[in-house]
């Protein structure tokens, strides 16, 4: 410690200072607790795992170099082949591939992830307006695990696979209230339709 995340980050917050660049950090709600239930932009700050303490530590470093900056505390960011440590992804690569997503326990846990194509959307938003500061940003829609698994079936492959329960712990809610200064995002709906586009 510190990272070669952080380092990286610290070298770039110094060459967009030189170059009176605008820089936007793609941080992460998970500094606010892995188990917070409900994240809004009076949640503390909570590093409870080393990834949310490095994403802590680089938000740190950009505020202490630059003035010109907007870091985005994203929640969970889902799309086909997306990286397999968030369920959803997995879920999608499965359903796409014909075969059944699987959930833990009743799958009530609520979530408001968004999409990588919102996420997009979104920095190009900020870059264009210049949004500055610290800001929270998930998807419009707050669905359950086993909801989020549903209509994906229904709408990547309804005639090849339904969700299939297992037996294990419940999960948490871990629901983000957006920024008042951001754009609003598409519904998960809309978002899953974009994926078969």
Not at 17 to 26: D, G, V
Not at 103 to 118: E, L, T
Not at 145 to 152: H, Q, Y
Request: with cysteine.
């Amino acid at each position: 410690f510190p990272s070669h995340d952080i380092i990286v980050t610290r070298e770039i917050a110094k060459l967009a200072r030189k170059q009176n660049a605008f820089f936007i950090f793609t941080s992460s709600a998970v500094v606010h607790g892995i188990k917070t239930p409900r994240i809004t932009s009076n949640s503390p700050v909570i590093c409870d795992t080393p990834y949310a303490e490095s994403k802590a530590i680089a938000e740190n470093e950009i505020q202490n170099i630059l003035s010109e900056y907007c870091i985005l505390r994203l929640g969970g960011i889902f799309w086909k082949n997306g990286p397999p440590h968030l369920g959803l992804n997995r879920a999608i690569d499965d359903i796409l591939a014909a075969k059944s997503p699987v959930y833990v326990a009743s799958g009530s846990a609520r979530r408001n992830y968004i999409s990588v194509n919102d996420a997009a959307r979104l920095i190009v938003s900020i870059c264009q307006q210049r949004i500055k500061g610290i800001h929270l940003s998930a998807g419009s829609s707050i669905l359950s695990i086993k909801a989020m698994l549903d209509m994906a079936c229904r709408i990547l492959n309804p005639l090849k696979c339904s969700p299939q329960q297992k037996e294990g712990p419940e999960a948490n809610d871990q629901i983000i209230e957006v920024s008042k200064d951001l754009p609003r995002t598409n519904s998960f709906q809309k978002a899953l339709m974009e994926i078969l586009a």
